[in-house]
């Protein structure tokens, strides 16, 4: 049976490409058959950046989309438990298999350290990071007693296998190759300030809820190759993968949020009639 999943991050208003991208994973879901469920989940693991006024917009805006999930917080709440803010025990649990299974390690460097000493090209999308220098990696075994993440104060990453091509296919995108340390490098999975990772939320979470397809912009195919390292140290079998296509602003830029023009709650305001806007998308 198909499940697919909505996972706005509220951290300021929705935009035209969040929309086209949850009103396809809801017309991906509906192709599946009769049976098949979408699930909400509210993407709000950093504390700093979310508000909770964000995320009762952003159910708004997709019920005014004319989006309906099964699971999952609708409009007015109660949200839990699928808030990521709500699910650290889930998340805490696979640290443990990672620090156990030695995938991963604590190191004191933080992310600006990285930038400052990685040569390789920095990247406009979203999800490339500068490559972590091989040379900071600790020994192996680093790290395995460490009771809980927030027991060093450090960053916690996975050890990524050098060279290795990781594949998937897309169904939209096609085949995709990215090579583990060339095109990323160690990443994240927990930060110095005691927070999950995206990489490891979105990872443990997509498996807790048993999502069959995960739909997603473009701007998260590098993450793809990271999850599926992720999946396959612990022994999880991946989801099928789907990422749309970006939409560009009129400068040829990504929407972003900080770009209120083509937020939802301004075309709402504007009283944009949300079926023209959906016309575009079939
Ligand atoms: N929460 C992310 C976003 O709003 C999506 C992450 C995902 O779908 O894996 O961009």
């Known amino acids: 049976m198909y499940r697919g999943r909505l996972a706005p991050t509220p951290t300021g208003r929705l935009h035209l490409g969040h929309a086209r991208t949850f009103w396809l994973a809801q017309a991906r879901a509906r192709a599946a058959g009769a049976d098949a469920q979408l699930v909400m989940r509210i993407e709000d693991i950093d504390a700093a950046r979310c508000k909770p ?166 701007d998260l195919l590098r993450s793809t190759a990271r999850q599926i390292l992720i999946y396959r140290a612990l022994g999880w079998t991946p989801p099928a993968w789907c990422h749309t296509p970006l939409l560009l602003d009129e400068n040829g830029k990504r929407l972003a949020k900080r770009n209120d023009a083509l937020s939802l709650g301004k075309m709402r305001e504007q009283g944009t009639e949300a079926g023209k806007l959906i016309a575009g998308w079939q």
């Open 53 to 218: 006024e964000y995320t009762a917009a952003a159910l708004e805006d997709l019920h005014w989309l004319g989006l309906r999930w099964d699971e999952g917080p609708d409009v007015g709440g109660p949200y839990a438990p699928y808030e990521q803010s709500k699910r650290r025990e889930i998340y805490l649990d696979v640290w443990r298999q990672l620090r156990d299974g030695g995938f991963i390690y604590p190191c004191a460097r933080s992310r600006a350290d990285v930038q400052r000493a990685a040569q390789a090209p920095h990247s406009e999308e979203e999800d490339a990071e500068p490559l972590y220098p091989v040379e900071w990696r600790p020994a192996v075994g680093t790290g395995k007693d460490a009771e809980s993440p927030g027991a060093v104060a450090a960053n916690w990453r996975f050890r990524v296998p050098d060279g290795e091509a990781i594949k998937f296919n897309d169904a939209l995108q096609g085949p995709q190759t990215f090579v583990a340390g060339k095109d990323f490098g160690d990443f994240l999975v927990w930060r110095r300030d005691d927070v999950p990772a995206y990489e490891l939320a979105v990872t443990a979470d997509d498996h807790a809820m048993e999502i069959t397809e995960v739909v997603r912009g473009a």
